[in-house]
């Protein structure tokens, strides 16, 4: 299970990898409310509250550039101290769904998966 503020980091990270392309697309947005009905517990709020809030600061962070390497490593950071092996690797799941989701991998996701994977300490051979 996770607790409040890694799932609100998880879904941080895949918004993110929804949004590195330029858009929004609600297929990758059907994939993070799956993964939030499984696991959002009513007192961490209201959802679609949080998820607006997100929506506009990635919208700034990637349309601006501004600090989107410096919140990257802030999120994986906070992912990789928060989360257990097991978790890490469900949250990376999460991003890849998120990514595959809209049938188009963009170099902007494979590169944004390639750090997530890098950060997190998983190495492709």
Do not use: C, P
């Amino acid at each position: 299970a996770f607790d409040e503020k890694a799932l609100k980091d998880a879904v941080y990270a895949a918004a993110l990898m929804s949004y590195i392309d330029g858009e929004f697309h609600d297929s990758e947005w059907d994939v993070i409310h799956d993964f939030v009905d499984d696991h959002w517990k009513g007192h961490y709020g209201d959802f679609d509250e949080h998820r607006d809030n997100i929506k506009q600061e990635i919208e700034y962070v990637v349309s601006t550039k501004s600090n989107l390497q410096k919140r990257l490593n802030d999120i994986v950071e906070e992912l990789t101290s928060e989360l257990t092996s097991n978790q890490r690797n469900v949250v990376l799941n999460l991003v890849g769904d998120v990514m595959a989701a809209d049938g188009v991998l963009t170099l902007e996701e494979s590169k944004l998966f390639a750090t997530f994977m890098d950060k997190m300490g998983i190495r492709l051979y």
